[in-house]
């Protein structure tokens, strides 16, 4: 079976410290926690920005310092954020993508998002897209419900996108996107495009079992505080690289050899480093 790529989406744009008091925010505590979970299994790791206050941020140069400090300190994928926060302008998210990173993530649609709105018209898409191709970077295609799936498959049907490597992420349990369940992954699996590989991220308590479901089905998994803070009900995780170290026991026990960043930038048509 394909190695299984263990990817730590370490702080999100959502969480607060109130929420949960070891949150890493700033680019040295960001990169420490990288390199916890890059030594516990995790050959990527997903980042967004914040700024000394603990607020959401998509200055480039914020970025800049958190990749090169992941980078003195482990050879971790990072994968940057263009989701930001709701409310943040296109421009704003675009911002981070002229640093040239391995991957950035480009949400495939709008969805509802709690009790916001994550505006993501197909022009500012269209847009998103064409600066990753301009600064050579890998998208990650975030898919929340199946009429984003649909609107992948339609791209790749018309040449939008080329057809290979190609990576989605499946996130599932967003409150106003696709339940957190096992019929809603098998639903859009049934869906995904030729030859894709895939991650599934389920949110809060979706977690761990739909982590479970991806090895055993031959996806990768994301896990960590953007999506859930807790490790069992009740029970705050003591940092990401303990939810990381969780998935690469239950990867063992089920005989799903773990990805090194070289083999899963090999898996996702990255240039070796």
Known sequence: MTPLIIT????GAEVTREQHPALPITPDEIADEAARCAEAGAAMVHVHARKPDGSSTQDPAV???IIEK???RCDVIVQLSTG???????VERIAPVRLRPEMATLTMGTVNFGD??????????????DAMRIHDVVPEFEIFDAGM????????????????????????????GMAGTSSALHA??????????????????????????????????????EDNVYYRKGELARSNAQLVARMARIAHELDRPLASPAEARLILGLKPR
């Open 70 to 72: 992941i980078d003195a």
């Open 149 to 176: 799936l649909a609107t992948l498959n339609r791209w790749v049907a018309t040449g939008v996108v080329p057809p290979a490597p190609l990576h989605v992420d499946l996130v599932l349990g967003v409150p106003g």
């Open 188 to 225: 859009l699996l049934a869906d995904l495009p030729r030859g894709a590989s895939w991650t599934v991220a389920g949110v809060g308590s979706a977690q761990l079992a739909l982590g479970t479901l991806a090895v055993v089905l031959g996806g990768h998994v994301r896990t960590g505080f």
């Open 84 to 90: 930001g926060a709701v409310g943040m302008s296109a």
């Open 116 to 129: 916001g709105v994550f505006l993501n018209p197909p022009g500012e898409m269209l847009a998103f897209l």
């Open 63 to 65: 970025y800049a310092e």
């Open 8 to 11: 730590a989406a370490l702080t």
